[in-house]
C-alpha cells in the first residue's frame, strides 16, 4: 500500500516538469555527436557552434519546413513532434556544448 502511494506521488512530482533537453538531445547523438561537434551525415553544421537563436530559428524552421538544406525532410521527421518549449530546452542544451 505504502509503495502505491509512492509511484503515485512520483507519478504527479514528474507531470508538468520542464522539459530536460539533454535528455531530448539522446536521440540526436547518432548524427550530430554526443557533444553536438559533428556535421551530421556531412551535411550540417556544426550545432554546438551555432548560437541560441540560431539553434532555435533552425528548429523551428525546419518543423514548418522554412529553414534546411537538401536533408531537411530528414531533420523535420526528427523534430516534428516537439513543442516549443522541448524545442527550446533542446537548443538551450546544445549551446551549452560550444566551445
Ligand atoms: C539521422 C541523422 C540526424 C538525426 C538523428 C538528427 N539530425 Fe539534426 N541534422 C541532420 C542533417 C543531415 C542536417 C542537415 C539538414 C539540412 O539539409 O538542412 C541536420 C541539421 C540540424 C540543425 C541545423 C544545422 C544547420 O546546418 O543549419 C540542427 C539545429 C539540428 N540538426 C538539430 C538536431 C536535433 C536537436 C536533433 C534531435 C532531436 C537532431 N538534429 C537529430 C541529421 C540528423
Known amino acids: 500500500m505504502r509503495s502505491l502511494v ?3 506521488l512520483m507519478a504527479f512530482a514528474s507531470y508538468g516538469v520542464a522539459a530536460d ?5 539522446q536521440k540526436c547523438i547518432a548524427c550530430h555527436g554526443v557533444d553536438a561537434q559533428k ?3 556531412g551535411k550540417s553544421k556544426i550545432i554546438a557552434n551555432m548560437s541560441l537563436e540560431e539553434n532555435i530559428a533552425a528548429l523551428k524552421g525546419y518543423q514548418d519546413g522554412t529553414y534546411g538544406g537538401t536533408m531537411k525532410a530528414l531533420m523535420k521527421g526528427q ?4 513543442t ?3 524545442i527550446e ?3 538551450k542544451y546544445i549551446t551549452t556544448l560550444g566551445k
Open 6 to 8: 509512492l509511484v503515485v
Open 21 to 25: 533537453g539533454k535528455q531530448l538531445f
Open 39 to 41: 556535421s551530421a551525415l
Open 79 to 82: 523534430v516534428s513532434k516537439y
Open 84 to 86: 516549443d518549449e522541448e
Open 89 to 91: 530546452a533542446l537548443a
